[in-house]
């Protein structure tokens, strides 16, 4: 699937994204095989569900002539098969889907026993972002891992730094989002350290992100007038950041700023005290590359009270910002 195609489907998991906090960590222990993390106890794996974009077979028992292959579950989840029309069996496992079936004909025929077969698979999918080769939508044809997806991605893009070839990939500021909720995965750690526990297995609308290291930039983000990501200068701060991005909103709490600095797995926050250096009696606060800025609309003492809320909204402005600059619209200006 391409990028331009891609598009609403990504927009679709931001705005599942839009008020998550950061999920629970998933057990790192367990009986599982020694390439990939623990499964989730809830998986596509133990139950699939039909969905929109899946073909299926039909078959009725003892009439060879009313078989129907190649039939496609439609975009509101139903299908239709002889007079059984527009059942819906989204969500629904084979057996369930062969049972509304089976219900739905008895008033054409007497105990009709349906048997329905998979033929294609397309309602599973996830998309993974950012620096990879080839980056979209894909298609969860069977179950893989983490490195399995960003291996069939093409692996990390790579660039040229002082004649040697490097990766161009921020591990430490890549994620996994899932269900609107940020896996604690560490990038790094899988990748570079081989810790196969780091594993995790790819679920259906799964959002994987792969930063960028080449950048600048620095996000200013909760209670702005305009929250986003900023490019870096030289006077980089704390109340430069929040002028450039319009100002705080009426709902802004002011009493202190929660910064975030270094990996999102072992992030370290400092609590500026914006309230007194508006007031001249504290100085602003230097900002460094991709640092996380953030307003809260409500008190806090706390940066641990804020900080998951803070990371949430990265992950969001993160994954929009990327979407914004690399995904062709669907209607072009005039």
């Known amino acids: 699937m391409s990028l331009r195609h891609a598009t609403s489907f990504l927009f679709s998991c931001l705005l599942l994204m839009a008020h998550a906090e950061e999920s629970p960590a998933p057990p790192k222990s367990g009986s599982t095989p020694g390439n990939q993390a623990p499964s989730s106890a809830v998986s596509w794996r133990t139950r699939y569900e039909l969905g929109p974009g899946d073909v299926i077979n039909f078959s009725l028992f003892g009439r060879p002539e009313l078989d129907r292959p190649g039939f496609r579950i439609a975009p509101d989840g139903t299908v239709s098969y002889l007079q059984a029309q527009n059942v819906k069996v989204a969500g629904l496992t084979l057996d369930e889907a062969r049972v509304a079936i089976e219900q739905a004909l008895t008033s054409n025929f007497r105990s009709p026993r349906v048997i329905i077969t998979p033929q294609e698979v397309g309602s599973k999918r996830f998309s993974i972002l950012g620096k990879v080769v080839n980056k979209g939508v894909v298609t969860l044809e069977r179950p893989i891992t983490l490195v399995e997806a960003i291996a069939n991605a093409g692996g990390i893009e790579t660039g040229l730094f002082e004649q040697n070839t490097v990766e161009l990939a921020d591990l430490d500021r890549s994620f996994v989002s899932r269900n609107g909720q940020r896996l604690p995965v560490d990038f790094k750690k899988l990748l570079h350290d081989g810790d196969m526990r780091e594993n995790i297995e790819i679920e259906p609308n799964d959002f994987i992100y792969v930063a960028s290291t080449v950048n600048n930039d620095y996000y200013v983000l909760g209670a702005v007038v305009n929250p986003g990501v900023q490019g870096l200068t030289p006077d980089a701060s ?44 504290s100085n602003d606060f230097k900002l460094q590359p991709k640092d996380i800025v953030y307003i809260s609309e409500r008190p806090w003492a706390d940066a641990e009270d804020i900080m998951k809320l803070a990371l949430s909204a990265f992950v969001t402005a993160a994954t929009s910002t990327w979407v914004n600059l690399n995904v062709d619209p669907i209607i072009s200006p005039p």
Request: aromatic share 4%.
């Open 238 to 281: 704390v109340v430069a950041a929040i002028s450039r991005r319009g100002g705080l909103t009426e709902r802004a709490w002011t009493d202190r700023v929660l910064v975030v600095r270094g990996s999102l797995s072992d992030p370290k926050t400092f609590v500026v005290p914006l309230k007194d250096i508006l007031a001249a009696k």
